[in-house]
């Protein structure tokens, strides 16, 4: 058991599992920030003008979230 605990960490890749290591800290503690396509920017900012269009002068809190009066909370 022991000669095949050793065979296996000899074999182990050192320098690779170390740079995965380094690299996953440095990851976890980044925000990622995505930049998205000016086409589904454009696409988000319709639906959200054409949200804020439809609710109109008055909207309840149900009518803000999207949600139909039957719906349950």
């Known amino acids: 058991m022991e000669e095949s605990i050793r065979i296996r960490r000899e074999a182990e890749p050192?320098?690779?599992v170390?740079?995965?290591k380094k690299l996953e800290k440095e990851l976890s503690g980044e925000d990622m920030?995505?930049?998205l396509p000016q086409h589904l920017k454009q696409s988000i900012?319709?639906?959200i003008i054409h949200r804020l269009q439809?609710?109109?002068d008055n909207p309840?809190?149900?009518e803000q979230r999207g949600?139909?009066?039957s719906s349950p909370v």
């Open 67 to 69: 949600e139909s009066a």
């Open 54 to 56: 439809t609710l109109g």
């Open 33 to 35: 920030v995505v930049e």
């Open 45 to 47: 900012t319709n639906d």
């Open 18 to 20: 170390k740079l995965v």
């Open 14 to 16: 050192v320098e690779l």
């Open 60 to 62: 309840n809190i149900t």
